[in-house]
């Protein structure tokens, strides 16, 4: 059996968002707001470093283990900004707990 990107979850750092906190500040501070969702879970606002889930999500990962929260989530919906291809926010889907 072949291993995928896909198989074994990429370890991202990621911390409890202040919801009162404007998302275009966090994004100035190389932060991208994101929200966890799932069956029995959520939703939960979360925020992630850019440039780590960049990177990752640019060479094909989506299965991501949430360091600080304890989670393993799969990238569901990533908003990017049409003109300047920034990263505005992420949904993640929850798959399980650590």
Do not use: C, W
Not at 21 to 47: E, H
Not at 78 to 89: D, N
């Amino acid at each position: 059996m072949m291993t995928t990107a896909t198989e074994t979850p990429t370890k991202l750092e990621a911390q409890e968002r202040d919801t009162a906190r404007n998302p275009r500040q966090l994004r100035k501070d190389g932060l991208i707001p994101a929200t966890i969702y799932g069956k029995g879970f959520g939703p939960l606002s979360v925020q992630v470093i850019t440039k780590p889930f960049y990177m990752a999500y640019r060479d094909g990962a989506d299965l991501f283990e949430l360091e600080g929260l304890g989670l393993v989530v799969k990238a569901h919906q990533v908003q990017i900004h049409s003109l300047s291809h920034e990263i505005l926010h992420i949904e993640f889907l929850f798959e399980s707990k650590i």
